[in-house]
Every structure is written in structure tokens, then in C-alpha cells.
């Protein structure tokens, strides 16, 4: 649907049950480009991006991705997580340590790219710096090129929205920077939107066009770039000033 914003989020989730039962809401809406997900430890950022992936049933509400309807409670519509075309890169990058990185980077494709990958496979490796290191054991290597790997593992797929939770968080700052810079070309070469978890203002501030704030127990809610990023602004981690 032309005009529709990248994505639309309204959702009511609940995981667990009983008195370990967690719940959060989430409405936001992201036009184009990188909407950041911050706050609070356990206020339930990872459970609202699993939720748009569809790995996990929301109670109530709806996504959209560029107006199509992925979830619609009222209308009884979930589609399911391996037809989103939505690329999620977990915390912790869940790649499979007994392949290499070409076997880590092609696993979702089809059979025949899988036996001999085609030229936009080997154009990613290259544009993630990976062409090297296709043979490797992804055991083997650092921090920094294991997220270069579940990126490109990600973007193998042609996705139409990518899911990113705390991509940089664990890397060294000079890694930090120069996989936060392959990131973000890479979703602009492809006008690729993206949410991304952080806890980094800086990281925030580097990507994010729209800033959702998560508190636990109130609705997880927009908030405007100069409240988030301003001088004076509260740590976009804990909410202090
Ligand atoms: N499948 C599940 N079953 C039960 N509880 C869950 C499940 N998944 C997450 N939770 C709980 O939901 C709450 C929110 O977790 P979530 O991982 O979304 O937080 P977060 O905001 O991403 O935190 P962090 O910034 O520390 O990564 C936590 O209390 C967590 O224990």
C-alpha cells in the first residue's frame, strides 16, 4: 500500500503465566529509516521485537509492515514468522557454531543458492568485509565478526524490515564503530528500515530517526529526538537526567 508508514506496531503481549506472567504494550509507528527501542532492563523491548518478528503470538492488536497486515487480532490474521520477510538478529546472534560462515550466512536460502551461492551472496560477504573468512568456523572468530556474519546471515534473505537487538553492545568501541558504520550503509543501500535495541546514546543518536521509550508496567511510548538526544536530555538507559 503507497503512503503507509514502514511499519505500525500496536500490540498487547503477554509471556509467561501465572505470577511470573509479563505484559507489554507497544504503539509506535516508524514512516522510514530506524526507530530505536530504549529503556529499562527487562521492560520488554525483546519480547516486543519478537513479537513483530512472529515468533511469539501478541494477546491483542496489530503489525503492519508497509501496510500490510503480518497481525490482526480482530481480523484473525497472523501470518507466520518464516513468511514476514523480517530479518532478526538475536542478542545473541544464535549462529550455528558446527557451520562456517558461508554455511551460517546462506542456511535460510534456497537449496540450490545453498550448494553454490550466486553473486548477491558473494556481493554481501564482500560488502561485510566477509569474503575472507567464508571458510572460517564462526567459533573461531572475534565478537565483532560474528556480528558481521549473523548481519549478513540476515540480510541474505532480502528482508523487508530488519530486527536488531543490541547489535553493538557487545564489541569494543573502534569494532563498535566500524560495524555500526557497515550497518548503517547497509540499510541505506537497500532503504532497509530497521528497529534496533540500544542501551547507547551515542549508537542511538548515530542511527535512530524515531525513539520509542519502554518502561516496565507503563505503555512502551514515542518520544521526540531533541527529549531523547537534546542537551539535558535524560539517559535514554534509565530515564535520569
Ligand atoms: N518466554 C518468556 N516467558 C516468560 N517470561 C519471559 C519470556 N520472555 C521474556 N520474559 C520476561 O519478560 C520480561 C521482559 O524481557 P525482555 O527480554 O523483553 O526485556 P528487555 O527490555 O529486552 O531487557 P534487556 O534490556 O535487559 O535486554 C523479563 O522479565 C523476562 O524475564
Known amino acids: ?53 512472529g515468533l511469539l503470538r501478541p494477546a491483542r492488536g496489530s503489525v503492519r509492515l508497509a501496510g500490510e497486515a503480518l497481525y490482526d487480532f480482530p481480523r484473525g490474521v497472523f501470518v507466520p514468522a ?19 560462515v558461508l554455511g551460517n550466512v546462506v542456511f535460510g536460502l534456497p537449496r540450490a543458492e545453498r550448494k553454490k551461492p550466486g553473486s548477491a551472496t558473494l556481493a554481501l ?17 572475534s565478537g565483532g565478526e560474528r556480528q558481521r556474519v549473523a548481519l549478513a546471515r540476515a540480510l541474505a534473505a532480502e528482508p523487508r524490515l530488519l530486527l536488531l537487538d543490541e547489535p553493538l553492545s557487545a564489541l569494543d568501541r573502534p569494532s563498535r564503530l566500524a560495524i ?35 518502561e516496565r508496567g507503563t505503555p512502551a511510548r514515542e518520544m521526540p529526538r531533541e527529549v531523547v538526544l537534546g542537551e539535558g536530555a535524560p539517559c535514554p538507559h534509565c530515564g535520569k537526567p
Do not use: N
Open 1 to 53: 500500500m503507497s503512503g503507509a508508514p514502514a511499519l505500525d506496531v500496536d500490540l498487547h503481549v503477554t509471556v509467561g503465566r501465572g505470577a511470573a506472567a509479563f505484559s507489554v504494550e507497544a504503539r509506535f509507528s516508524l514512516p522510514t529509516g530506524v526507530l530505536v527501542l530504549f529503556g529499562s532492563s527487562g521492560a520488554g523491548k525483546t519480547v516486543t521485537l519478537r513479537a513483530i518478528a
Open 82 to 100: 518464516e513468511r514476514r520477510r523480517i530479518g532478526y538478529v538475536p542478542q545473541d546472534q544464535a549462529l550455528f557454531p558446527h557451520l562456517d
Open 125 to 141: 560477504l564482500d560488502e561485510l568485509g566477509l569474503t575472507a573468512l567464508c571458510e572460517a568456523r564462526v567459533d573461531a572468530l
Open 180 to 214: 555500526g558504520r557497515s550497518l548503517r550503509e547497509a540499510l541505506a543501500r537497500r532503504s532497509l528500515p530497521a528497529v534496533l535495541v540500544t542501551h547507547d546514546a551515542e549508537e542511538a543518536a548515530a542511527f535512530g530517526d524515531v525513539f520509542v521509550r519502554f
